[in-house]
């Protein structure tokens, strides 16, 4: 089994280099946040989204991130015409 990157002392922030290079040095991924240096913006609005439930085949939430799988079947694209 791979190795998961979490919050833990085993897999902690201290540890994602291992996993994933990139993520040694200031420009992590997965970022770490400090809540007490998150600032509110008032002018940002409400992120949001929707999908269309007969396009989606499935939802898999791991605890970490939500992944949805689309049915590409479905067109929903309009085309452009200035």
């Known amino acids: ?10 897999n902690g922030p201290d540890h994602w280099h291992e996993i994933y290079p990139i993520a040694k040095g200031d420009n992590q991924s997965p970022i770490e946040l400090h809540s007490k240096d998150i600032k509110h913006d008032p002018s940002l609005l409400p992120w949001s989204t929707s999908y269309d439930p007969g396009s989606c085949k499935t939802i898999l939430n791991n605890g970490k991130t939500c992944r949805v799988v689309f049915d590409d079947t479905f067109d929903r694209s309009s085309k452009y015409d200035p």
């Not at 089994?1 to 085993?10: C, P, Q, T, V």
Request: glycine residues 10%; proline residues 0%.
């Open 1 to 10: 089994m791979a190795k998961e990157w979490g919050y833990a002392n085993h």
